[in-house]
């Protein structure tokens, strides 16, 4: 089996991922947070994570996989340590689309639901524990307990906040260790006059007014944002995970914090390895509202777009460089799931069921083996999806493939879907249910243009194609029958 290795945020360098107890790997990833739907910026990190977990499991190991939702605390000034602004949550419940909520809790429901079927769309794997803010309340007030024990924090009329002074090692993961660009970066939200130093970030915000509070040994309130992830980790994960995840945004100021935080609490490295996803942007620009180019991962689907396409789409460049994502690339991405598709289409045509096992020969093995290479050298994606590609041709060489040949195929089309994720499932039928045009199901409606072409009518025959396309649907003849898909718009 090949080394896994990926880069590593704080040493600067790629390097072997390395776990405490052997063939068990420990990963947290940096989960949303639900005031909205996540956009595919967002999904580029948790297709990242998943590949982690498919290419853990591919070597043998076990993973411990826990990627949190957050639900409070989350401010609009979080990019520097000390958070400002509003919480988003509650700003969400203030704007047009919050209207539709009853209260804030309805609101984090809803979002944090659609995430997950967003997330089950693009056919990620679950993680082992997807723990929320709100249901570890305990876990970080008790946490919070102990760093004002251990003299690393402090009470104010405001709040609770982290002593940065008592931490010498804080700023390296991020190379902020300046303490005067530390208190020029927080200087003009910070509101507390009380605060020992600007670079001082919350544990606990007192607010007897906030939408979502809590009782705490410091009164009415709600935690920081940072002192969330180091709770729940701690609770799943143990003092010292193997890996940890999230997008390039958050190195500094929420992991700085979260190292800071965890490490002065359990007196034990926080962390062994450290991976950060670079930003997407949408035909070169960065995605906003504003520019018209800002994408969910429902906007796309909803437009026809294959949710296994977007998946590939947003993989394709590897995780470590800066990724652009555009619809010729949507386009591309389509060309090689039909591919996968084809082969699928062959091996049933062999007569060989999903069920059955098959082995691999010579050349397919070799194909798979260096794709597997690939997403251990640093998640080189754009490798791994070359090999997948050269293994499909293989099998689509021929127009028909023997009964070997069709067991190496479902054989690679198996392995290929775990590590990568991007075959299994996908089939139409599968993945987007059955529509229906004027009261009929589209199946029926095939059926009755077959019939109509087979009589030669070919008239009623051209009725059904216009009536499909008027509802946006498209029909496809081939060799092995009429399939439909939806119109991409």
């Not at 996908?426 to 087979?454: C, D, F, N, W, Y």
């Amino acid at each position: 089996m090949p080394t896994f290795r990926l880069y590593d945020t704080q040493s600067r360098s790629v390097k072997p991922v390395e776990t405490q107890e052997p063939g068990h790997l420990k990963f947290y990833c940096c989960g949303p947070t639900v005031y909205s739907y996540a956009h595919i910026g967002n999904f580029r990190t948790f297709i990242a994570s998943d590949l982690v977990v498919r290419t853990a499991t591919a070597l043998g190991w076990r993973v411990t996989y826990v990627s949190n939702i957050t639900d409070v605390g989350h401010m609009t000034q979080d990019d520097v340590a000390d958070a400002g602004g509003e919480d988003k949550m509650e700003k969400a419940l203030k704007s047009k689309e919050g209207d539709a909520f009853a209260n804030i809790w309805d609101l984090a429901r809803h979002y944090a639901d659609a995430f997950e079927d967003d997330w089950n769309r693009l056919n990620l794997q679950q993680p082992t524990v997807r723990p929320r803010a709100t249901e570890h309340m305990r876990e970080q007030i008790v946490a919070i307990q102990g760093l004002i024990e251990e003299g690393h924090a402090y009470e104010t009329p405001t709040g609770v906040y982290f002593r940065v002074s008592s931490f010498d090692e804080y700023g390296k993961l991020s190379g902020n260790r300046d303490q005067d660009s530390l208190m020029r970066a927080v200087r003009a939200v910070v509101q507390d006059d009380n605060k020992e130093h600007p670079a001082d970030f919350a544990l606990w915000k007192k607010d007897d007014k906030h939408l979502m509070q809590w009782f705490s040994p410091w009164g009415w309130g709600f935690p920081g944002w940072h002192i969330e992830c180091s709770a729940m980790s701690r609770t799943y994960l143990g003092d010292t995970l193997d890996l940890h995840a999230g997008g390039e945004d958050l190195v500094f100021p929420h992991h700085e914090c979260e190292i800071a935080q965890s490490e002065c609490l359990t007196h034990s490295p926080f962390c062994g390895h450290w991976m950060h996803v670079r930003f997407l942007q949408v035909d070169g620009e960065k995605m906003a509202k504003s520019a018209g180019n800002f994408y969910t991962v429902r906007d796309l689907l909803e437009k026809g777009h294959d949710p296994m396409a977007l998946r590939l789409s947003l993989m394709s460049t590897p995780y470590g460089k800066p990724a652009n994502f555009t619809m010729q690339s949507l386009k591309d991405a389509m060309s090689t799931i039909e591919r996968f598709r084809e082969v699928e289409k062959r091996v049933r045509a062999a007569g060989i069921s999903e069920s059955a096992d098959g082995e691999p020969d010579t050349e397919t093995q070799r194909v798979y083996d260096e794709m597997l290479e690939a997403m251990c050298d640093d998640l080189n994606t754009s490798v791994a999806i070359a090999k997948a590609i050269e293994g499909a041709r293989l099998f689509l060489r021929d127009s028909d493939l023997t009964t070997s040949q069709a067991q190496s195929a479902q054989w690679f089309l198996r392995k290929t879907d775990a590590l990568l994720g991007v075959v299994g499932g996908t089939a139409t039928e599968s993945l987007v249910e059955e529509p229906v045009v004027e009261g009929r199901p589209i199946s029926a409606l095939i059926q009755e243009r077959a019939e109509a072409k087979a009589s030669r009518d070919f008239a009623q025959a051209d009725a059904i194609r216009q009536m499909v396309d008027s509802a946006g649907i498209e029909l496809r003849d081939g060799p092995n029958g009429t399939e439909w898909r939806r119109k991409v718009t």
